[in-house]
Nanobody, 110 residues
Framework: QVQLVESGGGLEQPGRSLRLSCVAS??????MGWYRQAPGKQRELVAT???????NYADSVKGRFTISRDNAKNTVYLQMNSLKPEDTAVYYC??????WGQGTLVTVSS
């Protein structure tokens, strides 16, 4: 049974940093990533990373967020720096198109 379990969300001030983690179990995934959904908005791609380490980012987070993965631990990370209020959303871990985590809330506010 595939499971994706996120952690690391919370409340942080603008300009500060947060690191999200997603531990996967039940399969080896070719591609993993993060999506987010802000209140009243559609879910959107944040970043993806392949098993080989190739990455892709939404324009809104380029230069601020870094996605990485540890294949030995079957874990994907999202380092979020220079946070902005518009980064406030529920962040979902995602794998191989069809698998989703339960989400972790990130709130950026002073």
């Amino acid at each position: 049974q595939v499971q994706l379990v996120e952690s690391g969300g919370g409340l942080e001030q603008p300009g500060r940093s947060l690191r999200l983690s997603c531990v996967a179990s039940g399969s080896i995934f070719s591609i993993m990533g993060w999506y987010r959904q802000a209140p009243g908005k559609q879910r959107e791609l944040v970043a993806t990373v392949t098993r080989g380490g190739s990455t892709n980012y939404a324009d809104s987070v380029k230069g601020r967020f870094t996605i990485s993965r540890d294949n030995a631990k079957n874990t994907v990370y999202l380092q979020m720096n220079s946070l902005k209020p518009e980064d406030t959303a529920v962040y979902y871990c995602w794998a191989d198109i069809i698998y989703w985590g339960q989400g972790t809330l990130v709130t950026v506010s002073s």
